[in-house]
């Protein structure tokens, strides 16, 4: 079939577009719902995250959590163990913040207007358009990582995906394909074809169902978009952590501050290895500088990596026993001491949990 310039063909776009999402479009569990609060988690959810990740974690913290009422009302450090192993946990904090001003300001209801659903703790500018969109039928394009490239290869755009300066031509484009008709049905089908069609690496352009309106398969140039701004090479800090056992065999846990990188989770006291320092003594003058204790029969436990979005960790974990001090902290907003046990209880990091199998052995 002869190729169809897309600004001619707008309709023809979309229609293509949804007949195929109808009719291919996979079985996830949001989907299966109308409830603007499950669709909510849903959306936080699936940003930074993958959708096969995300299934299991939505389930379970629907059950849980199964209105805006429940989840306002959980102790935040419910919602953060409920959270645990997805990252990015802000997300869940801002989620929780945004349900209490729900029932406390808005008579517990998810919000149907753009403007005060926007206002929300942790409520960017996709989120708004995919909520409202999906939930309540509004007429707003949503753009993520996955439409970004689908538009990125329909207009052969040159606007690098990751510059924020970017941002507001994707938005122009996906605007003029919205359909208004089913607007949320068309956002669903863009978010699809970026997931499952039109992919980072190896796109499936002959099955796709606009291959007809690609500039990019006409040119075939597929592989060469969506463009990136080149980035600076990750950096990689040194850590060393102290399991530190007092006289009755319970562990030292700290809480983060409620702000910033994994805030309110619990960790075991440490901090980076200063140049030209050993991981030992790092972690005897890191457990003294944020939690006012000394530690004796310090005895090497394990290594682990970690990755984060913008750095990789390395952290040399010991253990230790208690000498003398009182707990003073310096940077955490709690401490505790608890059994090894009742470490399953606590919202933990993913990078103490690759080495919570070696305590004790």
């Not at 029932?103 to 409202?132: C, H, I, M, N, W």
């Amino acid at each position: 079939m002869k190729k169809k310039q897309l600004i001619e063909h707008y309709q023809d776009f979309r229609e293509a577009l949804l007949d195929w999402f109808r009719r291919y479009q996979r079985d996830l569990p949001w989907r299966r719902t109308d409830d603007p609060y499950h669709i909510w988690v849903s959306e936080v959810m699936l940003q930074q995250t993958q959708v096969k990740k995300v299934v299991d974690y939505y389930e379970k913290f629907i059950d849980q959590f199964p209105s805006v009422r429940d989840l306002a009302v959980a102790p935040l450090q419910d919602v953060l163990k409920a959270w645990e192993g997805l990252g990015y946990y802000a997300r869940a904090r801002n989620l929780h913040k945004a349900a209490q001003i729900i029932v406390d300001e808005l008579e517990g209801k998810v919000p149907t207007d753009y403007t005060t659903f926007r206002k929300l703790p942790g409520v960017g500018d996709y989120s708004v358009a995919a909520v409202q969109s999906i939930a309540f039928n509004a007429p707003y394009a949503a753009v993520d990582g996955n439409i970004k490239r689908v538009l990125a290869r329909l207009f052969l755009m040159e606007a690098p995906i990751n510059d924020a300066k970017s941002a507001k031509l994707f938005q122009q484009k996906a605007d003029a394909l919205l359909d208004l008709k089913e607007p949320g049905l068309f956002n669903q089908a863009m978010m699809e074809l970026g997931a499952v069609i039109c992919r980072p690496q190896s796109p499936a352009c002959l099955v796709c169902p606009v291959n007809l309106f690609c500039e990019a398969f006409d040119a075939t140039r597929q592989a060469e978009f969506p463009k990136r701004r080149e980035t600076k090479p990750t950096p990689e800090h040194r850590l060393a952590v102290g399991v530190i056992y007092n006289k009755t065999g319970e562990v030292l846990l700290t809480q983060r501050q409620l702000d910033g990188l994994l805030g309110g989770l619990w960790e075991f006291p440490g901090g980076q290895i200063a140049k030209d320092e050993t991981a030992e003594n790092a972690c005897i003058r890191n457990i003294a500088e944020v939690v006012n204790l000394s530690v004796r029969n310090v005895r090497y436990l394990t290594r682990v990596r970690h990755a984060y979005t913008h750095f990789k960790i390395v952290v040399d974990v010991f253990q230790c026993d208690y000498a003398d001090g009182e707990i003073a902290l310096n940077g955490p907003r709690d401490a505790k001491w608890v059994t090894i046990a009742a470490l399953q209880d606590y919202p933990l990091p993913r990078a103490t949990h690759k080495f919570l199998d070696e305590l004790g052995k």
